[in-house]
């Protein structure tokens, strides 16, 4: 990850341990699992290889239903040995989806972190080969093929590795053992963490270095595109291509603490650092390479979309205002009216909806009682129902007609941060979808949108490059007993959700209004030094929205408010009417909330900290709200 100042992150998703050694692999793999528990998962499973034999135990929900298992069901003693806590992606939270996954001959495991985008093509492939799947998962297709490429291979695990891996599309980190080598560990890597620990007489392989930092500090970082083979005495590393490559080593000075943030003091920085993947995650798979947009698991007919006259989103908080943010693009791409609706008030008001309608609900957990209250009200009326969600099972996507996942991974922070970039991003999927479906774009303008999506990561990435003036800002102003945040367009839900993480988690007054509504009432709490945090358009895309928040921020100005402006490198007018100047990239106006929010997220955990809250857990506040 890019910028001095901030540590080493490896962007995990899933939990992933490998052993070889001299010791108990179970052992040291399952106090593996137990160290990386702290991202979430959905299931747990290991592998170990013992007399030539592969025995697999896996089990659906935490880790100690897994150690249950093994408690009734032990496996027995061996010094190699994998396992993996499962995120759901492909297939719900269930036993046979768990991980590992084994070839129909039973001589390959595999385990598997991230996402194969071509594997529905590969599954049919197996299929028609006589292949019979148990799972719903992609990693499933890699341990068949895995399996198939090791005669072709000679019997080298490694070969065989790379062979697979040049036939795969996605990101994935792929750990794998042969019964038939059973003082061998494989693993590959590509836009997905894989980091391997150095020891004495014996190696480790995870997707985080808080799995093995109780056993070694010494670990090797891979590199894109390379495969490990590792035994107790020697890792070797070659390319896809079978060339060898000398890895990155670098020391873990963290404590086990540390190591499970990846570095960082809090979760919450940890995910805000994680959100470029995050935005990646969720587009990739989603764009086929003649550049249209493929949402396969949404499930809905075209017609159906085609026949809708109005789309109404549904959710509460952080992801309202994702909501607010998608009504601009959605309405703007498709022509369709959208309404953005609090769950909590929707259906105490008797709202207009029915077959003609399409309900989008938002919600990180899937569990959001408000929410759920309200797609059962809207599919009582006949609405169709769209779910976007980051959590594969969870009640909502069950009970829609649709989901579209976003691939955040866990949120440990009760406050959501890359949760409100990835609602964003599959809301305007949907968009461009209906757009593409409906033929209210051409397709060379939806080309346009999905090439300013692909550079979104990269733009957050420099923005978390320059967040110490951010910082310094917000200790400077910790002593205010009120912030207020104004923004036009898609400027304004940024500004409610700036002001909410400010409440959230500075337990602080602060209100976000649309700019233009100042002059009816707001202005009035405008005083001497009162920090006033403005985003500012760009004057490139929208000059007359531009122009107007310039003219807010001179009323406000006038008042005696002290200015923050969140405004694009190049513009360099807004300088001269506001005391601080935070620059983000220059982007298209649907994009900048993207990049915009950024600042906003570390502004309030910076100020928090300032006052000595717990970021990671503020006071009244839960993950999930699982009551009306």
Known sequence: MAGEGR??????????????????????????LRRLEY?????????????GELIVRK??????????????????????????????????????????????????????????????????????????????????VVAHLLAAALPESDGDLAEAMRRTCRRLEGAFTLVAVDRRNPDLVVAARRNSPLVVGVGVGENFLASDVAAFVD?????????????????????????????????????VDWDTAAAE????????????????????????GRISKDHRIQLDETHLDEGILRSINKVVVIACGTAAYAGMVAKYAIEHWTRLPVEVELASEFRYRDPIVGPDS????????????????????????????????????????????????????????VASTKAFLTQIIAAYLVGLYLA????????DEIRAVLQDLNDMPSKVDLVLDTTEPVRELARELSGSASVLFLGRHVGYPVALEGALKLKELAYMHAEGFAAGELKHGPIALIEEGVPVVVIVPSPRGRAVLHDKIVSNIQ????????????????????????????????????????????????????????????????????KSVTVE
């Open 555 to 622: 009323e406000v100005r006038a008042r005696g408010a002290l200015v923050v402006a969140i405004a694009e490198e190049g513009d360099e007018m807004i300088a001269n009417y506001a005391d601080h100047v935070i620059r983000i990239p220059a982007v298209p106006t649907l994009m900048q909330p993207l990049v915009a929010i950024v600042p906003l997220q570390i502004f309030a955990c910076e100020m928090a900290l300032a006052k000595g809250h717990d970021v990671d857990q503020p006071r009244n506040l839960a």
């Open 358 to 413: 399409l309900v989008i609900a938002i919600s990180q957990s899937g569990e959001t009682m408000d929410t759920l209250m309200a797609l059962r009200h809207a599919k009582s009326q006949g609405a169709r129902t769209l779910a976007i969600c980051n959590t594969v099972g969870s009640t909502i996507p069950r009970e829609s007609d649709a989901v579209l996942y976003t691939y955040a991974g866990p949120e440990i922070a």
């Open 39 to 51: 991202r979430g998962y959905d299931s747990a499973g290991v592998a170990v290889i013992s007399d």
């Open 261 to 284: 943030k990846g570095g960082y003091d809090l979760f919450m920085l940890k995910e805000i650092a994680e959100q470029p993947k995050a935005v990646a995650d969720s587009l990739r």
């Open 215 to 251: 056993h070694t500090r010494d670990a090797l970082e891979l590199g894109q595109d390379q495969v490990v083979a590792m035994t107790a005495a020697s890792v070797v590393i070659t390319d896809f291509a079978g060339e060898v490559v000398e890895a990155t080593p670098f020391h």
């Open 436 to 443: 593409q479906v409906r033929g209210t774009m051409f397709e």
């Open 59 to 140: 089990k659906a929900g935490k880790l100690a239903n897994l150690e249950t298992l093994l408690g009734s069901d032990p496996m027995p003693d061996s010094t190699t040995g994998i396992g993996h806590t499962r995120w759901a992606t492909h297939g719900g939270p269930t036993d046979s989806n768990a991980h590992p996954h084994v070839s129909e001959n039973g001589q390959v495991a595999v385990i598997h972190n991230g996402i194969i985008e071509n594997f529905s093509e590969l599954r049919d492939e197996l299929t028609s080969a006589g292949v019979t799947l148990t799972s719903e998962t992609d990693t499933e």
């Open 7 to 32: 540590p080493r992150t490896l962007f995990p998703m899933c939990g992933i341990v490998g052993y070889v050694g001299q010791k108990q692999a179970l052992e040291i793999v399952v106090a593996g």
